[in-house]
């Protein structure tokens, strides 16, 4: 018995330690709302909602609201997005929720944020290639299209969000940009005085929604307090 008791205590000893659960990122409980993009739809976030929830978000936390690119972003769709985000507030039981926008979207989610609930309600306001201050292009599709009027330089849209103070607290904001944009010019029209601004790699306007690299920026902003 002595040396089955030995022969034991080895392969005990020897057996590897169980790998501990992956700890959830900070504020994971939180929800995530993912706002796209003139012309797009909610499958653009396809791509960076399967790496957060590889990364340990609950995929139940994840939400991506639909609208009409073509309507007003403060009037119209500002409104709609905050009754929206009063929605996944009630399914999750959450008190506020993070949002990730995208061009076009990163108007009317920052309209919520500066003029209307969402500087309670939202907690990191994230922005990829935002016309913050305006894109040139816009004037092609303005005539025709109040969204791109929206986004022209020096719209009211713009001009009102750049009054004062771009980032009011206590929401956290982060931007994310690229210098290789074909949609955003100037390309330093996303940068936000105040926020966190991440210079991407060198991608096009809709690359932004499927790179890894900022897919990493993106969690690391949400995971931060």
């Avoid at 991407?200 to 969690?219: G, W």
């Amino acid at each position: 018995m002595p040396v089955l008791s030995a022969l034991l205590s080895v392969v005990v000893a020897s057996a590897p330690a169980a790998a501990a659960p992956e700890r959830a990122p900070a504020g994971a409980d939180r929800p995530v709302i993912f706002v796209h993009g003139r012309n797009a739809g909610p499958g653009v976030w396809d791509s960076m909602i399967s790496r957060l929830t590889a990364a340990g978000r609950p995929a139940d936390r994840l939400f991506a609201w639909d609208y009409d690119t073509a309507q007003s972003a403060n009037e119209t769709l500002a409104p709609r997005f905050q009754a929206y985000v009063e929605e996944v507030l009630r399914k999750t039981g959450a008190s506020q929720v993070d949002v990730v926008a995208h061009s076009l979207g990163s108007l009317t989610t920052r309209w919520y944020v500066k003029f209307g609930a969402g500087a309670t309600t939202v907690h990191h306001w994230v922005s990829l290639a935002g016309p913050n201050h305006g894109t040139q292009l816009a004037w092609l599709c303005a005539p025709y299209d109040q969204g791109c009027r929206d986004m022209t330089p020096g719209s009211y849209v713009v001009s009102r969000l750049d009054e004062g103070t771009e980032t009011p607290a206590p929401v956290r904001y982060t931007t994310v940009w690229s210098p290789c944009d074909e949609q955003i010019a100037p390309v330093s029209s996303t940068a936000l005085s105040g926020a966190r601004n991440i210079e991407a790699p060198c991608l096009k306007h809709n690359e932004l929604l499927t790179d890894e690299t900022v897919a990493a920026e993106v969690r690391s902003a949400l995971d931060s307090d």
